[in-house]
């Protein structure tokens, strides 16, 4: 049946709007739901797409390499550098384990060693799409289980440069039809210049990003045309996979670079708000494409193999998971949450299964075969995860009582929820609780919970920002809600959930520094407080007294400074959209700082304080 | 030998042109304790036992400061409203100032003329600190006659380097009894 190109977008798009809004009422998650959209719109059921599926997970699979470079944008290349060890050490041991057993597996089975290598290397490959969308959706991304996570699935992007080096190889004499894969510069070339080629890719990625990418946003955002960022930052990403794809380098891993590379950029923001609602489409669309590329005739005929396939494999990969996040000390709940979301095949399968096929490695029979195996196993994940959050989850929460006396605690609801409690949470914790109020804590770092319930402090393993837990904690019956997220992203969310679904809730919200001040400023909260302000001014004051200032005058200066500082700084949060595009962060902050100062040498902060001053009454007294 | 501690209270002592000369004057005194209050208290959290058992170790007690609104400086009342506690300072078991002496050394800005009955004022700065007075007697002290500086508006400075001299020589007096207490 051959559609017009609207009409498929009609049943791609239709789909999405009915099948999200169901599965996320339902609990089940977004990337779920777009699965299950996709087996009903594919040609097993409702047949309203067919053949074409293959084609569109290829564009869709465009998706990934955008959600790559958002990652990549998030993330400073400090840290990246910080994650060193996770990536090398867990990501390399995961991709040779699971690759030597998945290649056992297949010898046992009886096929030849080409094909079992091939399909061992394959198979060690997860899902960067599934995984990261459904953790981020359950706010588990920087978590201990997410942040290994993301360590593994960057190390098998880097993976993935040998094995397409490796493939030709073993498909022997049979092959040396290379052209029927996309032909890369480094080909015909000798494998000291093939890795001089991939330097210098990433090479340019890293010197365009600084130096030709910075100034050109700048030109384009002074154009003050909306759309032409927009195809700017579409044009960057596509710039960055072509790149990637002439070297025979993962787009996704090239795109990821990128990111990094302009994490620190004044438009940072810009780009993220730009490509996420294309990322969000393309991902969505993928997954309705693995969806609807299982083929349920097939799976039908051979249900007990099949399924005993896509069993093993993932239970090899979740095992194999699970021991060396034990290796890597993650705690039992995370590690069983990092075995599981990362216990499927990932799309790169479909790659380098075609890849194989046209190869001849693998026959047609066992392409089709394993292709359903990865679909399924995909399509399992989000079932696991959700499982994880029902049934294991909630065992490693605090919320059982050993005692009958905690037991009535919890039925009177406490006035005071603390969302967080790292550093800044557990202070103001502390402080409500030798003042005897007490507060419901929430926090999601399942390390932390587990010390603080050795330390006898009770506090709930969950993520504030979502509407039902806060709801379990009392939300509908507290006062007031401390949010002190360790991220300001967590601490928008909460921020708007709280706004949304508990508007009597009194917020007292911790910022870190002055844009995040703005936008909590933007989204209506009126007690705002930034980490550091306070203990600053401290320290100023006793500077002071040290240099032999009084201490009284010291301390109301300080006071007086930060009135001035917080009004002015929502007088500045006020008028500072007008000059957003033009100014780099850096520059901007210089700017605030610039602006403050010569505010301060007008008002020079001193406490007004005439009625201490008796000059106006000596001279007076002199004139009589 | 008396022991004497003096609570002092100037919220400003970098503009002060009197008390600066004043306790400088006295510091290091020997039977005498000077306690800066805004210094030490900057943000009016007072500790009461600490304050409590200074004043048990000492036998005058002197309130000095600028004659801010016919009054002290606002953190002699918070002291005085927090320190001085019932069954501690008084009240039936409220004896542990019994038998002390209290009194307050002032700087004024108007001349003393300004300060009677007929003068500017219509009251005299003894008057002005009845509040002080009760205090006293409340807590079973003896209140001593104020020690007053006038006319510090036009005071120089060689004037009021003699004042604090004079001052000292007060407090050298008080301590060693040398001064006829009525």
Redesign the interface.
Known sequence: MEHSYFFIAMIYLAAAVIFIPIARKLGLGSVLGYLLAGVVIGPSLMGFIGQEGQDIMHFAEFGVVMMLFLIGIELEPALLWNMRAPILGLGGLQVLITTALATGLALLLGQPLNVSLALGMILSLSSTAIVLQSLKEKGQLSSSAGQSAFSVLLFQDIAVIPMLAIFPLLAGTASGDTASHEHTLRDDLPAWAQTLVVLGAVTVIIVAGRYLVRPLLRVVARARVRELFTAFALLLVVSISVLMSLVGLSPALGAFLGGVVLANSEYRHELESDIEPFKGLLLGLFFMAVGASIDFKLVLSMPWVILGLVISIMVIKAVTLIILGKTFRISIEQNLLFGMALSQVGEFAFVLLSFTQQNNILSTDTVSIMTAVVALSMAFTPLLLLLHERLIQPRFNRKETTDTREADEIHEKHPVIIAGFGRFGNIVGRFLRVNGVQATILDLDSDRVDALHNLGVKVYYGDASRQDLLAAAGAAEAKVIIIAMDTVEQTLEVVKIVRKHFPHLQMLVKAENIPDTYELMDLGVLHIYRETLDTSLRMGADALQMLG????????SANTFRKQDDKALKGLSAIRNDKKLYINTVKERIEELEKLMSSDRVTRWNPT?Q????QS??DE??QD | MAKILILFAHPALEKSRVHAQLIAAIRGMQGITLHDLYEVYPDFNIDVRQEQSLLLQHDIILFQHPFYWYSAPAIIKQWMDLVLEHGWAYGHTGTALRGKFAGNIVTAGAQEAAYQKDGWHHHTIRDFLLPFQQTAALCNMQYLDPYVIYGTHRLTHDSIVEQAISYKHMLEQLRDGQLKIQ
Not at chain 1, 549 to 556: D, E, L, S
Not at chain 1, 611 to 614: A, I, K, Q, S, V
């Open positions: 200032i009084r201490a009284y005058h010291a301390q109301r304080a009625g201490w001053d008796e009454m000596i007294a002199n």
